[in-house]
């Protein structure tokens, strides 16, 4: 199940493929249930969900799901080496609010570690032998229970939680070929916000989200073929489309950061990967390409690596959910 501020979609499957996605549904959100990504009115999502579940046959089923973008917080980190692989979550448990601070009491957290052969990126880019590199994943614990609980409350089982980001590399990397030698960022565009990542060998390195400066509810949905949604603005479309410049204009200072604040010259983005659920995806699109001298992919959303069952792009992030593999 993907959770945004104004919709819940899901990809329902019966393995780690996604030749097994047995159906794809989306739902529209009230307006103001959900804030950035945080539960306003729980008994009003109980209700929401209860519906849901009920509507959607799903009763029982096991979920997983993405924590809100809005709430993660990513940072590089680095531990001794002779902490061990099932002792390294124990060790960050004691260095949280000691020598890693973030700006929320109690959270959740996980982190993903790099073996010493790789050049990672650290805070200060270097690489001592002693010690091993990583990044830490972490969201505000209260919030997250919040989510489970209220899974739990409606018969559904919640197995697993993910960062969506990494879920939209999983489905990447699964359907397209990937060079390791380049790194890709991800231009998520969305109704009301963006998600920009950044991925090299395989690794996360930088991670943005960004609400957009738009009335969330001059959105309407109608209902399409195959219980899809076909979203409409009923807003300014002046501000609109002056927002989504400033958002296009934005990439040139990401990229210059990666490239000379991260990697002090010595790497750059190569290709720009562009998804969402915006309406109109391919105008994104087609001005980040006439824009930036740079390789430019709009990625589609299949179910199969034949490529041959297309479905929304707004799917993508449910897929790399289907694509997880239960630990």
């Known amino acids: 199940m993907v959770i945004d501020d104004y919709v819940i979609r ?23 249930l959900i804030e950035y990504g945080k539960i306003n009115d729980e008994i009003q999502f109980y209700d929401f969900m209860k519906n849901i579940v009920q509507k959607w046959g799903i009763k029982n089923q096991q979920v997983r799901f993405y924590v809100p973008s809005s709430l993660v917080i990513m940072r590089p980190v680095e531990f001794p080496t002779h902490v061990k692989e099932e002792s390294i979550k124990e060790y960050f448990m004691m260095e949280i609010g000691e020598t890693v601070h973030l700006p929320f009491q109690k959270p959740i957290f996980d982190i993903h570690t790099f073996s010493n052969s790789q050049d990672q990126l650290t805070e200060n880019n270097s690489l001592e032998e002693d010690k091993r590199q990583g990044v830490l994943f972490a969201v505000p614990e209260a919030e997250i229970i919040k989510y489970t609980e209220i ?3 409606v018969s559904l089982k919640p197995i697993a939680a993910d960062v969506k980001e990494l879920g939209v590399y999983r489905y990447f990397y699964q359907m397209e070929q990937v060079n390791e030698e380049k790194a890709y960022l991800f231009f998520e565009f969305n109704l009301t916000s963006i998600n920009l990542s950044i991925f090299y060998h395989h690794q996360l390195e930088f991670l943005r989200y960004q609400q957009l400066n738009l009335d969330e509810q001059a959105w309407s949905a109608n209902l399409g073929e195959n219980d899809t949604l076909n979203w409409t603005y009923n807003g300014n479309e002046q501000q609109k489309t002056g927002t989504i410049e400033d958002q296009i204009n934005e990439l040139e200072r990401i990229m210059s950061f990666y490239r000379y604040s991260l990697h002090k010259g010595e790497r750059e983005v ?14 994104i699109f087609n001005k980040v390409k006439a824009q930036y001298n740079i390789s430019t992919r709009l990625l589609s959303g299949y179910l199969s690596e034949a490529k041959d ?10 897929l790399g959910l289907a694509l997880k593999e239960d630990k």
Do not use: C, H, R, W
């Not at 899901?10 to 103001?32: H, R, Y």
């Not at 190569?270 to 105008?283: F, H, M, R, V």
């Not at 069952?309 to 449910?318: D, K, L, S």
């Open 10 to 32: 899901m990809a329902e499957n019966s393995g780690e493929e996604l030749s097994t996605v047995k159906s794809l549904k989306e739902e529209p959100l009230p307006p103001g």
């Open 151 to 153: 899974f739990a409350d």
């Open 309 to 318: 069952q297309n479905v929304e792009t707004a799917f993508i992030p449910a």
């Open 270 to 283: 190569t290709e720009i990967i562009i998804l969402g659920d915006y309406p109109n995806l391919k105008n």
